[in-house]
């Protein structure tokens, strides 16, 4: 069972507070009408499948309800980062050993960096009420 | 029965209590502390099972968890049967019963000894699959009889009395083991003071220092053992929970612990004089950092006859002899490639009893032990092993022989030992089990001759599990392994404990041997087994070789090695190492053994904890529950939900059926004025400046223009145009709307909204919140529903005011209420809206004002059969994630000239969505108005086609109507819009053919004029 860093809560918590999402980072065409049936295809029902770094989008269903990205090692269950919606991994498969050689855990003892990077701030901007 | 082997002294049993027990049917005696190993061997049971494929008699051969023959069900009462407990592993308790799971009728006259006879002297691996295949129906028969012959015990078949449950537990160290290592570890660790679990699977904790011969610090090591224990008994910080096995290392240090609380005292709690405590209970751990300090288990040799009651792994008779008192036999013969294995000779003769010999494989031994043994006046054997065994119910000689172990032949003449009972040593194996859980790969280690953990993330090593076995040095490992651990935990101050003193042993190396050579080639030598539980022999090892299985992980399958309950403890590295000469390779070329969960068994109770019964799905019920149970409705599970299916009443002193209450029901609805409670339907509530605009993406129908007051019917699609919701959503304020989703579609609605609203649009202002439970929902509805209405309300309901799909709030029954003029029915309705706690007063309220009107409570099957009249859908029945809104002929319902391309828009225009021949909605009716269609039942258009059939679609809704008196469904019918009028065939499977004629949806007021009245 996991062990998952929610990063708006700040926190470790159980996999039972959680459910996963599918893959992060999907692009919705922002003009559906404009693109053609085979990349609509693609958009609706193709996904990356690797073995090793994977970013998926997960949700903390029975906590604060927000949606997040979480870096994993499909082979080792591994999770390498958490971070919030809307930036981008620090680890990707294309600097995995870089990042492992540098060590990449957090002091706490735990295992997932939320060291990320920012890429569109609206995202995490809270909304006026 | 009198305890021939036990001594007179010595061991760490009680033999002041007496405890009687009851074995294959006769009684015993043994004392408190002993197993129920100990205990049999004590009495001088030999046999104590028959063999799962050969059926041959089998003794104990071990003495921990590693045991393969002594497999026993438990229990007195048929609610209490255990089965596959290990003898080694049961405590014994006064009044035990156990029996051998292996060999029915009984283990002495064995009614299967036939097949292992079968086919001479030889079945290959394989024998099962080959001999009973044909024909293959009877298979279900032969299999009922070798599963009972090869006895894999049984469940029990009443319900089990006793209560189990579940603890989250969080540490910041947890030590799995508590032999020298683990004791250190737990001490270092604590004493920095990190919050420590320490678990141990045996009754007491102590491990491989409660049967050794060494002293620490002067003292026997056992008492340094009891003294370490009771410093870490005295901590806050450090739960001992001893008779507990760590069964399943998971993710990120995540290990579940079995924990057994009354097993030791009787077969139910209650019997151990505990009634409603817990028996056992698992521990689910989330740990900071894992030490594990598993240790190791000892290997057999493998050689002729091994299985005889009266073969036993060496260091088990240390065991019974310095834990329990018991010296299993008189004269003892050991074979070995290894010093620790002269303990056993040692002990043995110290207890009294004859060593004939020991054999050593090596040429020129000369360790301590050994020399120790000499100087006893112990015969030592060099560069030999024992070949055979002798005897069938129990060992009779050992046949020795000098053997070349490099060129895997015998050398010298067979001398025949007379002996009753043989141990052997071929080295140890590391526990390395829980370390493989997720994944892991063991590595092999030549120096060690075994293979040790591969690198675990959070996981440290300690003791044996590693190779490190002499006392003094796993001792020192253990107390820096456990500041390492704390220290890796965040104790930064973590210091290993000062380690006693232990004396240095010279050892003399050991060598590699697994298989000892026979004078016969291996394939006509008598049967040399390899894993015993599973009945696997050298010969079938190295067969399956030669059929071409070359992985380990296709021989394991093959031969079914290491399939057994006991997970190959004692026989993986002797099949591997078996494997690895026959096809000239080394060991760790073969492969490595990966480990699975659980280590041991774990009983079902544990697993499923408090999980059963009334807790094992919650129940949701509505404010009105208790009202729905005192006027005898029966329930329908909807989701988590108990709602009201029907609520039959007595007639002429006759209980209703449900086809009767159903269409007494629809009547009153729709002649009279019924009541529904709708409070389970998804509510979740909406606000924000861009409510509105997130309802216009999300529904397929428009929302630009709804003004406060108004409500509207929305449908919902996944972006692959597929309906997933539907649900009426209303305008509360300009900038707050109420949206109801289906009962069971709630949460995922509401995760839906989440989705959308948080990943693809955060700059549009809008929250949302379920607030399902606080809103009761009572559909008052019928041609009479007005009436009763203007009864309890002060809100005007002029049907010119109050029109249908508008919504107004004020008082109901003088409760605050919102009430929504939408109709599931087709009548005339009033969905009620109050906060929940006042829910039973208004329909109380009602319900007294109703009289007059024969107010009549309807439950689901009613509201079904009145909205398929209608043809009004279900998401999920007359829907299944492949129906777009067209497909349900609602294009009214579906803004294509939105501005904002709402989820689902796109998919409707490919070829595949937009095609004319996809399954649509369509109406049935029986030619024959009695026939009630099967629901899933298959259309075809030709009944007289030839297997398979053209399959058409098929019947999602079917229910008989009382106003039409006759039967009518709702189907998905290929191209349907197009074949009205057409009649089609459901061809069902007793043979008869039903015709339908294919009709509108509406089969009711098509008009719709009835809820508008």
């Not at chain 2, 409707?908 to 399954?919: F, G, I, Q, S, V």
Request: hydrophobic fraction near 40%.
């Amino acid at each position: 069972m996991f062990h998952i860093f929610c990063p708006y809560c700040q926190e470790y918590r159980e996999e039972e507070e959680f459910h996963p999402s599918g893959q992060a980072h999907l692009v919705r065409p922002a003009d559906p009408a404009s693109v053609s049936d085979e990349e609509w295809g693609d958009y609706l029902f193709f996904r990356d499948n690797p073995r090793g770094i994977h970013h998926e989008m997960w949700v903390h269903r029975l906590g604060c309800r927000k949606f997040f990205n979480i870096t994993r090692d499909t082979a080792t269950y591994e999770i390498l980062e958490t971070y919030r919606m809307g930036e981008q991994p620090s680890i990707t498969a294309a600097n995995a050993e870089v990042r492992r050689e540098q060590g990449v855990q957090t002091a706490d003892g735990g295992w997932q960096t939320v060291g990320a990077q920012p890429e569109n701030s609206r995202l995490n901007e809270e909304t006026p009420s | 029965m009198t305890q021939s082997n036990r001594l007179n002294q010595g061991g760490r049993i009680d033999r002041s209590r007496r405890l009687s027990f009851t074995f294959n049917g006769q009684q015993y005696v043994g004392f408190a502390g002993d197993t129920l190993a100990s205990a049999l061997l004590a009495n001088g049971v030999d046999v104590v099972n028959r063999s799962f494929k050969y059926s041959r008699p089998r003794g104990i051969a071990a003495a921990g968890p590693e045991e393969p023959n002594a497999i026993v069900q438990l229990g007195a009462s048929e609610a209490a049967q255990v089965p596959n407990v290990r003898a080694t592993q049961q405590a014994l308790y006064d009044g035990l019963v156990a029996r051998g799971t292996n060999g029915w009728p009984s283990v002495q006259r064995d009614v299967m000894s036939w097949v292992g006879k079968l086919g001479g002297s030889f079945m290959p691996p394989g024998f099962y699959y080959k001999t009973f295949m044909a024909p293959a129906s009877m298979w279900m028969t032969y299999e009922k009889f070798i599963r009972k012959g090869a006895g894999l015990g049984r469940a029990p078949t009443e319900a089990d009395p006793d209560i189990y449950d579940h603890l989250n537990q969080h540490c910041d160290v947890l030590v799995i083991g508590a032999g020298p290592a683990g004791l250190a570890a737990a001490l270092s660790a604590a004493r920095a003071g990190a919050r420590v679990i320490l678990c141990d699977e045996q009754e007491e904790m102590g491990g491989s220092l409660l049967d050794s011969r060494e002293s620490i610090d002067g003292a026997p090591a056992s008492a340094w053992a009891e003294q370490v224990v009771a410093e870490l008994a005295g901590l806050a910080n450090v739960t001992l929970l001893p008779r507990t096995t760590a069964n399943g290392y998971h993710d990120h240090n995540f290990v579940t612990l079995h924990e057994r609380r009354t097993e030791h005292l009787a077969d139910t709690a209650a019997g151990a004089g505990r009634e409603g405590e817990v028996r056992a209970r698992l521990h689910r751990v989330r740990a900071g950092r894992v030490v594990l300090a598993s240790g190791s288990h000892e290997r057999p040799l493998v050689y002729a006859n091994n299985d005889v009651p009266g073969n036993l792994v060496a260091g088990a008779i240390s065991v019974y002899i310095r834990r329990y008192g018991v010296v299993p036999g008189q004269r003892l013969v050991i074979s070995t490639n290894n010093d620790h294995a002269y303990r056993a000779a040692l002990d043995w003769q110290e207890a009294g009893r004859e060593v004939v010999a020991v054999v050593d494989s090596r040429a020129k031994p000369d360790g301590d032990l050994v020399e120790q043994a000499r100087d006893a006046g112990i015969r030592v054997i060099t560069g030999s092993a024992v070949m055979e065994a002798t005897g069938s119910q129990r060992v009779s000689g050992a046949k020795v022989v000098a053997i070349d172990t490099e060129r895997f032949v015998v050398t010298g003449k067979v001398e025949t030992l007379e002996c009753d009972t043989i141990a052997s040593s071929g080295g140890y194996s590391p526990v390395v089990h829980l370390a493989s859980h997720t994944g892991k790969r063991p590595q092999w280690r030549d120096d060690l001759l075994g293979f040790v953990p591969g690198e675990v993330k959070g996981m440290h090593f300690a003791g044996g599990v590693h190779g490190v076995y002499a006392l003094g040095e796993t001792l020192t490992d253990g107390a820096d392994v456990g500041a390492e651990a704390a220290r890796a935990a965040g104790f930064e101050e973590a210091a290993a404990m000062a380690v006693p003193e232990v004396e240095v042993r010279h050892e003399s190396p050991t060598s590699a041997l697994y298989q000892i050579p026979h004078e016969k080639p291996p394939l006509r030598a008598p049967k040399q087994f390899v894993d015993l539980q599973n009945d696997v022999t050298a010969a079938a090892v190295e067969l399956a070789t030669r059929e071409g299985f070359e992985s380990i992980e296709h021989v394991k399958r093959y031969t079914a090695l290491g399939f057994g309950t006991d997970q190959g403890k004692l026989g993986n590295i002797n099949g591997m190492a078996i494997a690895a000469r026959c096809l000239n390779r080394s060991i760790p070329e073969v492969g490595t053994t990966v480990f699975r969960p659980n280590y041991t068994p774990v009983s079902f109770g544990a697993i499923v904890g408090r999980h059963c019964r009334d807790l094992f799905d919650p129940e949701r019920y509505t404010a009105l529950h208790q009202w729905h149970v005192e006027h005898g409705a029966e329930f329908e599970d909807v989701g988590q939900w108990k709602r009201p299916w029907y609520f039959p009443r007595r007639v002429n002193g006759k209980r209703e059926t449900m086809h009767e209450a159903v269409a007494r029901e629809c009547l009153a609805v729709r002649r009279g004025v019924g009541i529904l409670d709708a409070s389970t339907l998804g509510k979740i509530d909406i606000q924000g400046p861009d409510a509105r605009e997130f309802l216009g993406r999300v529904y397929t129908n428009k929302w630009a223009k709804l003004a406060p007051g108004r409500v509207r019917y929305g449908l919902m699609c996944k972006d692959d145009g597929m309906l997933m919701d539907d649900g009426t959503t209303s305008c509360l304020a300009e900038n707050h709307f109420l949206m109801t989703t289906t009962t069971g579609g709630a949460a995922g609605v509401l995760e839906w909204l989440e989705l959308w609203h948080q990943t693809e649009w955060p700059e549009l202002q809008v929250y949302f919140n379920s607030v399902t439970d606080h809103w009761a929902t009572m559909t008052v509805t019928g041609p009479d529903a007005r009436k009763l209405m203007s009864e309890v309300t002060d809100i005007d309901l002029d049907r010119e005011q109050f029109k249908f799909m508008d919504w107004k709030e004020g008082k109901v029954a003088g409760v605050p209420a919102r009430v929504f003029r939408i109709s599931f029915t087709g009548e005339l309705a009033f969905e009620i809206n109050v906060q929940a706690n006042y829910a039973m007063h208004v329909w109380k309220a009602l319900f007294a004002h109703g009289e007059k009107y024969d107010l009549t409570p309807y439950g689901t099957e009613t509201m079904h059969v009145l909205r398929a009249e209608k043809g009004l859908i279900i998401v999920g029945q007359d829907t299944d994630g492949s129906v777009t809104p067209e497909d349900l002929g609602m294009h009214w319902a579906v803004g294509y000239d939105k501005p904002f391309s709402w989820i689902g828009q796109r998919a409707l225009t490919r070829p595949d969505t937009a095609r004319e021949d996809r399954k649509q909605l369509v109406g049935l009716k029986p030619k024959d108005p009695k026939v009630v269609l099967e629901e899933g039942a298959q259309i075809v258009l030709d009944p007289e086609q030839k297997i398979p059939m053209t399959m058409m679609g098929h019947v999602t809704s079917s229910y008989y109507s009382p106003v039409l008196e006759s039967g009518f469904a709702l189907a998905v019918l290929k191209g349907g819009r197009n074949r009205m009028g057409e009649t089609v065939y459901l061809p069902m499977s007793d043979g008869t053919v039903h015709q339908a004629e294919v009709v509108s949806t509406v089969f009711i007021d098509p008009k719709g004029e009835r809820q508008n009245v």
